[in-house]
T-cell receptor, first 113, second 114 residues
Framework: DVKVTQSSRYLVKRTGEKVFLECVQD?????MFWYRQDPGLGLRLIYF???????EKGDIPEGYSVSREKKERFSLILESASTNQTSMYLC????????????FGSGTQLSVL | SQQGEEDPQALSIQEGENATMNCSYK?????LQWYRQNSGRGLVHLIL?????REKHSGRLRVTLDTSKKSSSLLITASRAADTASYFC??????????????FGEGTQLTVNP
């Protein structure tokens, strides 16, 4: 079964900490995405990547960075976590060919205290 | 930026009834997709309808697309308690092809009561 795996289901961090959210997909997909989901705001795109070592800003990149050193792995980095980054973070992947749909991980609920 | 807007925000029905959710969008599209999210989990793709299609079926799901009104609807027939979830419409940027980033609406929370 195809899978997008996010390293943590729940995460609690302190303000100012550097936070790494990891995402791995086993479908050999070229494209990977990070979204955050907040009540009343829906899903908002943070960063995405169409290839290894490539990254593009989404709609809300401020306070975040990403890393894609290998095709299967896309990391989201909060350089200095703040309380307004408390959210559900969703990783997704897709292929340039065939299906046009996104495959999502189960999400990481991050709380920044 | 928000492309799709779902309506209603919340819907509560009895098992066996049909559920209809609507999505409106602002710009031209190549396709429109519907996703489902169970509480606290990731999203799962349900169905994709292309801009040159008017209606599409998948099991108990029926999706329509009216590009002149920039709107789509998702109908779930003979609903079950297990259909309780949030439903989102999503669209890729105009003229971008496969695998592109999607913009999601805020979703409709469907509750199916046993």
């Amino acid at each position: 079964d195809v899978k997008v795996t996010q390293s943590s289901r729940y995460l609690v961090k302190r303000t100012g900490e550097k936070v790494f959210l990891e995402c791995v997909q086993d479908m050999d997909h070229e494209n990977m995405f990070w979204y955050r989901q907040d009540p009343g705001l829906g899903l908002r795109l943070i960063y995405f990547s169409y290839d290894v070592k490539m990254k593009e800003k989404g709609d809300i990149p401020e306070g975040y960075s990403v890393s894609r050193e290998k095709k299967e792995r896309f990391s989201l980095i909060l350089e200095s976590a703040s309380t307004n980054q408390t959210s559900m973070y969703l990783c997704a992947s897709s292929s340039w060919t065939g299906d046009e749909k996104l495959f999502f991980g189960s999400g990481t609920q991050l709380s920044v205290l | 930026s928000q492309q799709g807007e779902e309506d209603p925000q919340a819907l509560s029905i009895q098992e066996g009834e049909n559920a209809t959710m609507n999505c409106s969008y602002k710009t031209s599209i190549n396709n429109l997709q519907w996703y489902r999210q169970n509480s606290g989990r990731g999203l799962v793709h349900l169905i994709l309808i292309r801009s040159n299609e008017r209606e599409k079926h998948s099991g108990r799901l029926r999706v329509t697309l009216d590009t002149s009104k920039k709107s789509s609807s998702l109908l779930i027939t003979a609903s079950r308690a297990a259909d309780t979830a949030s439903y989102f419409c999503a669209t890729p940027p105009w003229q971008e092809t496969s695998g592109s980033r999607l913009t999601f609406g805020e979703g409709t929370q469907l509750t199916v009561n046993p």
